[in-house]
């Protein structure tokens, strides 16, 4: 019953590196970072659900869940910061962005 939840935790994780590798647009970045987070959260879940059979831990599920509410403020930071970019320079593009170092 683990290796399902594995599978499943490795592919997020791999589909959130491609995003962020490949995209160059800021939000879909951003994005790909929480699902980078989420992946890491359903793994330390999982792992700490099944160390001993019949028994759950809640050192995991605490750790998951403070890192949920910590996301969820650097995700609003972080999109605060896209939009005073945006107002200021037109563009999310990180290409376009790192052109203007200089």
């Known amino acids: 019953m683990l290796e399902?939840?594995?599978l499943c935790s490795v592919a997020l994780i791999a589909v959130a590196l491609y995003g962020f590798y490949?995209?160059?647009h800021m939000i879909k970045m951003i994005i790909s970072i929480e699902i980078l987070i989420n992946a890491a959260n359903i793994l330390i879940v999982t792992f700490g659900a099944y160390r001993v059979p019949?028994?759950?831990e809640l050192l995991p599920q605490s750790l998951a869940i403070l890192s949920i509410s910590s996301a969820g403020g650097v995700t609003a930071v972080?999109?605060?910061l896209i939009?005073?970019?945006y107002r200021v320079y037109g563009t999310v593009d990180v290409?376009?962005?790192r052109r203007l170092r200089g």
């Open 22 to 24: 490949s995209k160059k």
């Open 78 to 80: 972080a999109l605060a």
């Open 95 to 97: 290409r376009k962005l």
């Open 4 to 6: 399902p939840i594995i």
């Open 54 to 56: 019949g028994y759950v």
């Open 83 to 85: 939009l005073a970019v």
